[in-house]
């Protein structure tokens, strides 16, 4: 697969991917970005920690 959209999507460069070509790119437009997971979880963090 194009490594091109899961880049951008944050995912890893040796992230595998199953099936056909199009099957790996809805796989990939599905995914949530981990980049940004990681984001959502600091701003829990922050806001468990103040409670």
Known sequence: M????ARIQT???NYFFEG???QQ???VGNA???YL???LAEVVWNIFKRI
Not at 2 to 5: G, I, Q, R, T, V
């Open 2 to 5: 194009n490594s091109e959209a």
């Open 37 to 39: 997971v990681k984001q």
């Open 20 to 22: 056909g070509r199009t």
């Open 25 to 27: 790119y809805h796989q």
């Open 32 to 34: 949530v970005p981990p």
């Open 11 to 13: 995912l890893p460069d």
